[in-house]
């Protein structure tokens, strides 16, 4: 594994959330540059920030990321989207910039990170499938922080 650098920091309005961009695009494809712009303006008025990090200038590893609360996870940061740049993988920018988030959290005074993922779910979902007619599409996750 290359040695790990990097500078995390949180990408702000169109000209830094523009750098994001082709990071985002390998996990959201169906995404027009327009039409990030359009939600990233809209998503940061409801709370979602985004979180880079570069590597000489040009982010490798972006994280979105919105602070909430339920029953269930109290104040949590959940994690929309997580995604290294192809060119970038196999050298932990994604664990680094997780790391970030969660301490971010931690700071915030969060008690859970929270994910979801589209891999298949474990037989243990068997019920919400079956039985109550929901459709297997990802994974949640939550790590105590």
Known sequence: MEMMTGTVKELIGDSEW????T????LRTELSQQ??????QIMSKEGYRLFALE???V??????IIVRTNFYNKKHVFVYDLVTHPDHRSKGYGEKLLDHVHQWAKEEGCEFASL????????????YEDRMGYE???YSF???L
């Open 55 to 57: 590597q000489e200038g």
């Open 116 to 127: 979801e993922s589209g891999v298949q779910r474990k037989d243990a979902h068997r019920f």
């Open 35 to 40: 039409e990030y712009l359009e939600l990233m």
């Open 23 to 26: 990071v985002m695009k390998e």
């Open 142 to 144: 939550r790590k105590t």
């Open 136 to 138: 297997r599409y990802c």
């Open 18 to 21: 523009l750098k994001g961009f």
């Open 59 to 64: 982010a490798a590893a972006v994280a979105g």
